[in-house]
């Protein structure tokens, strides 16, 4: 069972989304694909903040929480910091955010 509390905030409109997941509670696909997300991401060995050499005006925030079997960890990034398999897991779960608003 994964717990993830997700935000993003910034961008032109500075505008904050959130959402929390609770990989036991949502459909096993979608379950399945953030699991799958969230291995490649290999967030535990993540720094809890992970900084851009030239930050970009406009550019989103992420602050990503997790708790996996007892572990826990906290990882913020941006658009231009964020590793490629971590800006695939922000891109799934702004998604989600995205969804469950409507």
């Known amino acids: 069972m994964t717990k993830l509390a997700f935000e993003r905030s910034g961008g032109v ?3 904050r989304l959130t959402t929390t997941v609770d990989t036991a509670q949502v459909p096993p696909d979608e379950a399945s694909k953030l699991e799958s997300l969230l291995k490649a991401a290999d967030l535990f060995t993540e720094p809890t903040a992970i900084a851009s050499p030239r930050r970009r005006p ?9 708790e996996e079997y007892g572990r826990q960890h906290i990882v913020t990034a ?3 910091s964020a590793p490629p398999a971590l800006m695939q897991l922000f891109d799934e779960l702004t998604r989600l955010a995205k969804h469950r608003r409507r």
């Open 13 to 15: 409109a500075g505008l």
């Open 58 to 66: 406009d550019e989103f925030e992420y602050k990503l929480a997790i």
């Open 78 to 80: 941006t658009d231009s």
